[in-house]
């Protein structure tokens, strides 16, 4: 059974910071590109940020650009998405996600992704 493993998420005020993470095993960390999405009630999921493991490259979502940095610890096969300057609007479930195909233009649509975690929730209060 795949395994993605998200925690971190938490309840804070408008303004202030969190860090999410996300746990992977051997067949979940993926080689190639990994990703943050989130979901807010009545909205689609939006893809936020990506990392390509061979060059760590990066790419964001404009409504977070600035304020989120996703980055990995491969030796711990942990995904990470540091949040600043949360706002309300940045609230809702965050996901981690894992590609297996051996792509590095990580982009941020959830065809590309194909192992996906519980997620944790963030609740921004204004």
């Not at 807010?40 to 490259?57: F, L, N, T, W």
């Not at 300057?85 to 959830?110: H, I, N, T």
């Given at each position: 059974?795949?395994?993605?493993?998200?925690?971190?998420?938490?309840?804070?005020?408008?303004?202030?910071?969190?860090?999410?993470?996300?746990?992977?095993?051997?067949?979940?960390?993926?080689?190639?590109?990994?990703?943050?999405?989130?979901?807010?009630?009545?909205?689609?999921?939006?893809?936020?940020?990506?990392?390509?493991?061979?060059?760590?490259?990066?790419?964001?979502?404009?409504?977070?650009?600035g304020r989120f940095t996703i980055s990995q610890?491969?030796?711990?096969?942990?995904?990470?998405?540091?949040?600043?300057?949360?706002?309300?609007?940045?609230?809702?479930?965050?996901?981690?996600?894992?590609?297996?195909?051996?792509?590095?233009?990580?982009?941020?649509?959830?065809?590309?992704?194909?192992?996906?975690?519980?997620?944790?929730?963030?609740?921004?209060?204004?």
């Amino acid at each position: 059974q795949a395994h993605l493993m998200e925690s971190g998420g938490d309840s804070v005020q408008a303004g202030g910071s969190l860090r999410v993470a996300c746990e992977g095993d051997e067949s979940t960390y993926s080689r190639y590109c990994m990703a943050w999405f989130r979901q807010a009630p009545g909205k689609e999921r939006e893809g936020i940020a990506s990392i390509y493991r061979g060059d760590r490259s990066t790419r964001y979502a404009d409504s977070v650009k600035g304020r989120f940095t996703i980055s990995q610890d491969n030796a711990k096969k942990t995904l990470y998405l540091e949040m600043n300057s949360l706002k309300p609007e940045d609230s809702g479930m965050y996901y981690c996600a894992s590609s297996r195909s051996p792509s590095y233009d990580c982009v941020l649509r959830g065809y590309l992704y194909h192992d996906w975690g519980q997620g944790t929730q963030v609740t921004v209060s204004s």
